[in-house]
C-alpha cells in the first residue's frame, strides 16, 4: 500500500508539472553581453545573476556570456567581480527581444552607488556565497565556494588536501590512495567518510542513510565537479541538523552557447595509474543536457591496494515555459577496491608499504536518481521543489582481525582461513519543497525562505556471513549471515529563515527547523540473543539559530551565527560490526550547536581574506574506546562526554605585485594561506575501562583533534600557465579520548605530526588543449592520517609516497 500511494502522489506532482507545460509562452528573449574593464581588456569568470528570476552563468575568456529563455519583464542584471565594483542594470525585457550590452567593470577602490563585490579575476579558486541564490539564504553564515577548474590540484585522484587547500581547518582521512572516498571534517569532528556533513550532489542528498548511517559512500570524480559549495554548522537550520553542515558537489554546467560540445581529459601515472574522464553537453531548443563518463585504475603504492572505478552521470533540463523548468538526473558510481588493512608501529617504521592483508575487498554500487522543477511564481517568488534518491548497496569481504595476526594458510584447514561477508542495501528517498519570497522591509529588500521535507530510508544489512576461504573478490557463502537486520527512518522537517535588511548595510537573519525522526529495527542477531526486536524511537525537536551581517563597506563584511546541532544515534552505532566490537546499551544522542563571528572582504585584486573565532559545543559525543579483558582488545561504542572545541579560522591570497597596479606578465605571483587552530577538550566525561574503574577524561584532548592544520601555498601565472607549489601541515593528535601514547597493536597511539610539499601545474594551448602534471608528496614522505579501529582494517593506513600524474585534455 505505501508503494502504490508513493508512486500516486508522484503521478499527481509529474500530473501538475506537465500540465502547466500547456501552458506554457512560446515567446521569450535572452541577453547577450561582453564584459570588459576601464581598458576595454574582457574580463573572464565574472559572475552574471538575473534578478530576481535566479539564473546565473560566468563569463568565458572573451569575457562573453549569453542569458536566455527568459520571459518578457522588468530585471536587475548583477555583474559581480572580486577585483572590481559589482555592477546592477535595470534591464527591461520585451517578449522575444535580445538584448546585447557590453559591461564595463571599475575597480573596487572606487566608491560607486549599489555596489557590492563578490568575485574577482585574481581570486579564481576561491569566493565567497552571495546573501541569497535561488530559494536558499546564505546571510550571516561562514561559508566557501571552492572553483575547482580554476584550482591546480590533482582532480585525477580526488586528493583532498589540495582539493580543499583554501578552506582553513578541513581535516583529511586518506584511508588510501584511491581517493574513491572522500573523509574530511572541520572544527573537530569525525572525519569518517565526511559523514558530520549533510553530502550532496547539486542539492541532492548523498549519505547512503541521512539519519541511520550517514557515511557517504557515493563521492563524484573530482575531474566532473565544478565547484564545491560548504557551509559550516549555520547550515543545519536549512539542510538539516548535522553538526559539519552542508558539503555540496556541483557537477560542471554545459556550454549552452552551442548544441553540442565535447571534453576530455586523459591521464597517467606512478603505480599503474590510468584515468579517462570524458563528457559531452549543450542546448537544443529548450532542453539543456550535460553526461560524463570517468573510469580509473591504478595498482596502488602499497601492496594489496589495486581498485577499478567507473562512474557516469546523465542530466537533462526542460524549460517547460519561461518561468519553469523541469530537471531529471541519474547518477552512478562503481568500483572494487582491494584493500591492504592496518600495520601496527613497528611494521609501518620498517615497512609502510607492506600489506598482510591480500584477500580484503570493498564494493560499492550507488545509484542517485533525482527530478527537480523551479517555477518563478512572481517577480520576487521562486518555488523549487526537489526529490532524490540514494539506490544501492555496499559489500566488503575480509580477515578481520588485530594486524598482529597475517593472513596466511591455516594448517589446520590447510587453506586460508574464511572471511568475513558485510553487505548493506540502501534504498533512501528525500523529497523537499521551497520557497523564497523577496519582500519591502524598512524601505530595504528582505528575504523570507520556508521549506519542508520529507525523507525515508530502508537499509538492510546483513554482516557476519562466513564466507569463502579463496583470495578474489568473492560474497558467496559457506553458512549464513548472523546478523541479518531492516532498519527503517522515517524524518519531517520544517524549516525557515528570514534575512530582516535593518538598514542598507545591516541584516538580521533568524530562523528554525523542526524536525521528526521515527527509527525502527526488526530481524535477528544470533550474537546477541538478549537484544531486544523489534526495536523503535522516535525524537522531536526544535533547532533555533540567528545569523549577523553588516556590510562595513561594499567590500568588507562582518559576520556572526549561532546555530544548534542534533546528531541522533545511529543504526551503526548500536549494532557491533564485528566479533571486535561490544556497544554500551545506554548510548545517547548527541546534541551542541556551533558559533562564530568573523571579517571577510577583499582589498582591489591584491588581497583576498576571512579570518574568524569559532566555538562547537558537542554533548554526548559518541566514539570508539578501545579496551582490554581477559579475551584480549575489544573496541568499545558509547557516549565518551562532552566536547569543547575553540579556535580560530584563517584564510588570505596575497597577490604582491598587483600592488603596483596592473602587474607585469612575468611577476604574477600570489601567495595563500588557510590555517586552521583548534583547542579541543573534554569538559566532562568518564569511561569504563576493563578493570572496572570508571576514568575521568575531562581536560583530555579530543581524538583526531590536532592543534593545528595550515596549508599554505604559491601560485605563478604567465598567460596561459599556471603552477602552484602547496604545503601542508597537520599536527599531532590523539586517536582516543584516553589520550593513548601507543599500543603494541598499533590501534590506538599518538597520531604525528607531518608536513608535506605538492606541485601542480597546467597549460593551455592552441584554445582548446591542456597539459596538466601533479607531483604529491615531492619529499616521499612517510606518515598517516589516522589508526583504524574496525573497517578497512586495525591498525595505521599508511598513506602515499611520492606520486606523479600527467594528463592531457581537449575541448571541442
Known amino acids: 500500500m505505501k508503494k502504490r500511494h508513493t508512486k500516486g502522489i508522484l503521478f499527481q506532482m509529474l500530473l501538475v508539472v506537465f500540465s502547466q507545460a500547456g501552458f506554457a509562452q512560446t515567446n521569450f528573449g535572452a541577453i547577450k553581453g561582453a564584459v570588459v574593464d576601464q581598458n576595454g581588456s574582457p574580463v573572464e569568470n565574472v559572475n552574471i545573476l538575473l534578478s530576481p528570476l535566479g539564473r546565473g552563468t560566468v ?31 535595470g534591464l527591461a525585457l520585451d517578449t522575444g527581444a535580445i538584448i546585447t550590452r557590453q559591461f564595463v567593470l571599475r575597480p573596487a577602490s572606487q566608491r560607486l552607488r549599489d555596489v557590492e563585490v563578490i568575485g574577482n579575476r585574481a581570486f579564481r579558486a576561491f569566493s565567497f556565497l552571495p546573501e541569497v541564490a535561488g530559494v536558499d539564504i546564505f546571510a550571516g553564515k561562514k561559508n566557501e565556494v571552492i572553483n575547482l577548474q580554476s584550482l591546480d590540484a590533482d582532480l585525477v585522484e580526488n586528493l583532498p588536501r589540495q582539493v580543499f587547500s583554501k578552506v582553513p581547518g578541513v581535516m583529511v582521512w586518506e584511508m588510501d590512495g584511491t581517493g574513491n572516498q572522500v573523509g574530511v571534517a572541520t572544527r573537530g569532528l569525525n572525519p569518517h567518510r565526511s559523514w558530520e556533513w549533510h553530502v550532496q550532489q547539486n542539492g541532492n542528498t548523498t549519505n547512503s542513510d541521512l539519519f541511520g548511517y550517514p557515511e557517504s559512500h557515493y563521492n563524484p570524480p573530482m575531474e566532473a565537479v565544478g565547484s564545491i559549495k560548504i557551509i559550516r554548522g549555520s547550515g543545519a537550520l536549512q539542510y538539516g541538523p548535522q553538526f559539519g553542515g552542508l558539503l555540496d558537489y556541483e557537477i560542471k554546467q554545459p556550454d549552452t552557447t552551442r548544441q553540442i560540445s565535447l571534453e576530455t581529459q586523459q591521464s597517467a601515472g606512478s603505480f599503474g595509474l590510468f584515468s579517462s574522464f570524458n563528457a559531452l553537453g549543450g542546448k537544443v531548443g529548450k532542453l539543456t543536457y550535460y553526461a560524463y563518463y570517468d573510469f580509473r585504475r591504478s595498482e596502488g603504492w602499497r601492496q594489496n591496494s589495486d581498485y577499478h572505478f567507473n562512474a557516469w552521470h546523465a542530466s537533462l533540463k526542460y524549460d517547460i515555459n519561461p518561468k519553469m523548468n523541469l530537471i531529471a538526473e541519474l547518477s552512478h558510481m562503481e568500483y572494487v577496491n582491494h584493500f591492504a588493512a592496518g600495520l601496527t608501529d613497528s611494521l609501518f617504521e620498517v615497512a609502510p608499504r607492506y600489506s598482510n592483508r591480500p584477500r580484503n575487498y570493498f564494493n560499492p554500487t550507488i545509484y542517485v536518481p533525482a527530478l527537480h522543477f523551479s517555477w518563478q511564481l512572481s517577480k520576487n517568488t521562486l518555488f523549487r521543489v526537489k526529490t532524490s534518491a540514494i539506490l544501492g548497496e555496499r559489500n566488503s569481504v575480509q580477515f578481520i582481525t588485530l594486524p598482529t595476526i597475517n593472513d596466511t594458510i591455516n594448517p589446520a584447514l590447510n587453506s586460508y582461513n574464511p572471511r568475513q561477508v558485510d553487505r548493506d542495501y540502501y534504498h533512501s528517498y528525500a ?8 519582500y519591502r522591509f524598512l524601505n530595504n529588500e528582505s528575504h523570507f525562505s520556508v521549506g519542508i521535507k520529507y525523507s525515508n530510508s530502508r537499509t538492510l544489512r546483513k554482516q557476519k556471513g562466513k564466507g569463502s576461504v579463496g583470495s578474489d573478490f568473492d560474497l558467496s557463502l559457506i553458512e549464513p549471515y548472523r546478523i541479518d537486520l531492516v532498519f527503517r527512518t522515517y524524518n519531517y522537517a520544517l524549516f525557515a529563515e528570514n534575512v530582516f535588511k535593518l538598514s542598507r548595510n545591516f541584516s538580521v537573519t533568524p530562523g528554525f527547523r523542526y524536525e521528526m525522526i521515527h527509527t525502527d529495527r526488526s530481524g535477528n542477531i544470533l550474537d546477541i540473543p538478549d537484544l531486544s526486536l523489534p526495536f523503535k524511537l522516535k525524537r522531536n525537536f526544535p533547532l533555533f539559530g ?3 551581517e553588516y556590510k562595513i563597506t561594499p567590500a568588507l563584511n562582518a559576520y556572526a551565527n549561532f546555530t544548534q546541532n542534533f546528531r541522533p544515534v545511529l543504526h551503526s552505532d548500536i549494532i557491533p560490526p564485528t566479533g571486535l566490537d561490544r556497544i554500551d546499551p545506554d548510548l545517547k544522542d548527541a546534541k551542541g550547536n556551533n558559533s562564530e563571528i568573523g571579517l571577510r572582504g577583499t582589498w582591489r585584486d591584491v588581497i583576498q581574506f576571512d579570518i ?3 566555538r562547537l559545543q558537542y554533548d554526548n559525543r559518541i566514539g570508539t574506546l578501545v579496551l582490554n579483558d581477559n579475551s584480549g582488545p575489544y573496541f568499545y561504542r558509547t557516549n565518551i562526554g562532552n566536547m569543547l572545541n575553540q579556535g580560530g579560522e584563517f584564510y588570505v591570497e596575497f597577490h604582491p605585485f598587483n600592488l603596483m597596479g596592473s602587474p607585469s606578465k612575468f611577476l604574477n605571483f600570489a601567495l595563500f594561506s588557510s590555517t586552521a587552530y583548534n583547542s579541543a577538550q573534554y569538559t566532562k566525561g568518564a569511561v569504563s575501562v576493563a578493570t572496572g574503574e570508571n576514568v575521568d577524561i575531562k581536560g583530555n584532548a579530543v581524538e583526531n583533534v590536532p592543534h593545528w592544520i595550515s596549508r599554505n601555498g604559491i601560485t605563478y ?10 604545503f601542508s601541515y597537520v599536527g599531532e593528535n590523539f586517536s582516543d579520548a584516553l589520550n593513548t601514547i601507543s599500543t603494541p597493536s598499533g590501534v590506538n597511539g599518538i597520531v604525528p605530526s607531518y608536513l608535506l610539499t605538492d606541485l601542480n601545474f ?19 614522505e612517510r606518515y598517516f592520517t589516522r589508526r583504524a579501529t574496525g573497517y578497512p582494517g586495525p591498525g ?14 581537449a575541448k571541442y
Open 59 to 89: 563569463t568565458d575568456e572573451e569575457g562573453q556570456f549569453v542569458l536566455g529563455r527568459i520571459p518578457a519583464g522588468e530585471y536587475t542584471l548583477i555583474i559581480s567581480h572580486l577585483a572590481y565594483r559589482e555592477l546592477r542594470v
Open 431 to 438: 523529497a523537499e519543497a521551497k520557497l523564497l519570497q523577496h
Open 546 to 548: 540567528v545569523g549577523l
Open 612 to 614: 574568524n573565532y569559532f
Open 717 to 726: 601565472r604567465l598567460q596561459r600557465l599556471s603552477a602552484t607549489l602547496q
Open 762 to 780: 597546467t597549460y593551455h594551448f592552441l584554445g582548446r588543449y591542456n597539459v596538466r602534471c601533479s607531483v604529491n608528496n615531492i619529499t616521499d
Open 796 to 809: 595505521i593506513l599508511p598513506s602515499d609516497g611520492r606520486s606523479i600524474v600527467v594528463s592531457f585534455g
